[in-house]
């Protein structure tokens, strides 16, 4: 068995390293490309000119259909991209609009959604938030309450999300609705697009640990959605809403760019002198492992994609693994870094620019955000290895 791409993929790879060593900074990294509030306003706009000559080339759509502004591209192709915009640490990536808004619209929006939103969003204007999360319903997403009452060619909604992710800076919220109070709750559900420049709506920031303030809490009142933005079939969304779930837990770039940081605290043991320990290299042998690991089960997912399968439980098991992965991993770097480790970015003898203590703080969420392990452990069980709900 071969696991070496092809030559084709190979000069891909090259062609993208050779366009981002010329397009960006060379001491581009982590340290300079995050979501907190401080970031320094030239720097998002040096993102975004990075990204607008992306879309020139095509790349931020590279696995689009062509009838859809994309390059047609094969999974595996996107793969190859997707692996090295995360190993160069690059905002090589069009958000959640090319990932997951643009691709279920596709699969289930009108011609005219379809002609309304694809292009904008192929062309990186636009930027989304996904409002699904409420107070009382994150794992049991189903049970949501927000609620949407048809009035004339409108829906009015009243209800209020939470850990919305770029809410205060989004133009468009992907929203989750009860349309039918006396259905069962997966099938009282619609799935929405709503403009964030709708009256009614409140955003409320919620700072992290970090000090950012990404996380927001919505209030939605009276807010008008045209019946013109409703996604698939009314009281269908559920079923809308799980193919966005998929594209979102399906990709390789958690574990590329977690990688990046695990071959840093190499360097480091390696000039600090911890590699001398034996149960210090046995522990960063064993993560390099695990990381291969999870390099194959991403590249799975990619070729199941490209023979035309649905990888549903395969892209369970994949965030499942990277996410815990990554977890274990934030946890070795801070014990092996010691004091140093919980250094912030800001603080002068701080070890890898602060990546570590702000990479072990973020490392928190990660089995929790795009679905819990505990429901892709259920995932597996249920769609993946057939066993019977409770």
Same mark, same amino acid.
């Given at each position: 068995m071969d696991f070496k791409f092809g030559i084709e993929d190979e000069g891909f790879r090259?062609?993208?390293?050779?366009?981002?060593?010329?397009?960006?900074?060379?001491?581009w990294g982590l340290a300079a490309y995050n979501d907190r509030?401080?970031?320094?306003?030239?720097l998002g706009e040096a993102v975004r000119a990075f990204?607008?000559?992306?879309?020139?080339k095509g790349w931020l759509t590279l696995a689009w259909p062509k009838?859809?502004?994309g390059l047609g591209a094969g999974p595996m192709q996107q793969l190859v991209y997707n692996e090295e915009m995360s190993a160069l640490r690059a905002p090589g990536f069009g958000g959640m609009g090319v990932a997951m808004v643009g691709p279920t619209l596709m699969l289930h929006g009108t011609d005219e959604q379809r002609a309304k939103f694809l292009g904008p969003i192929s062309r990186g204007e636009l930027s989304w938030c996904q409002g699904f999360s409420e107070p009382g319903s994150g794992s049991?997403?189903?049970s949501l309450q927000t609620k949407a009452v048809q009035d004339g060619d409108d829906f009015v909604v009243n209800g209020q999300k939470i850990w919305t992710s770029g809410a205060h800076k989004a133009d468009y919220c992907i929203l989750l609705a009860r349309t039918d109070p006396d259905a069962p709750k997966h099938k009282g559900i619609s799935y929405f697009l709503l403009d964030m420049k709708s009256p009614g709506i409140t955003i409320t920031p919620l700072t992290n640990m970090l000090g950012s303030d990404a996380f927001n809490q919505m209030f939605m009142d009276n807010v008008?959605?045209?019946?013109?933005?409703?996604?698939?079939?009314?009281?269908?969304?559920?079923?809308v809403a799980t193919t966005t779930l998929d594209f979102e837990r399906s990709g390789i770039q958690r574990i590329v760019f977690a990688e990046t940081l695990l071959d840093d605290l190499i360097a480091y043991a390696r000039a600090s002198g911890l590699m001398a320990k034996a149960p210090v290299r046995n522990k960063l042998a064993e993560l390099k492992i695990e990381f291969a690991v999870g390099r194959l089960l991403s590249y799975r997912i990619a070729w199941m994609q490209g023979q035309g399968l649905v990888p549903n439980a395969e892209a369970s098991v994949g965030k499942l693994f990277s996410t815990e992965l990554q977890s274990r991993f934030a946890v070795t770097a801070l014990?092996?870094?010691? !004091?140093?480790?919980? #250094?912030?970015?800001d603080s002068a003898r701080v070890p890898a620019d602060g990546?570590? !203590?702000?990479?072990? #703080?973020?490392?928190v969420s990660y089995t929790i955000a795009a679905g819990t392990s505990e429901v892709q452990r259920n995932i597996i069980a249920q769609r993946g290895l057939g066993l019977p709900r409770d």
């Open positions: 090259e062609e993208i390293r050779a366009f981002c060593r010329a397009e960006l900074p060379a001491d509030e401080d970031t320094p306003k030239e990204q607008r000559k992306l879309s020139v009838e859809h502004g049991d997403l189903a008008r959605i045209p019946r013109a933005n409703l996604v698939g079939e009314l009281n269908r969304g559920w079923y014990s092996l870094l010691g !004091s140093g480790g919980m #250094l912030t970015r990546r570590f !203590s702000s990479y072990y #703080l973020a490392a």
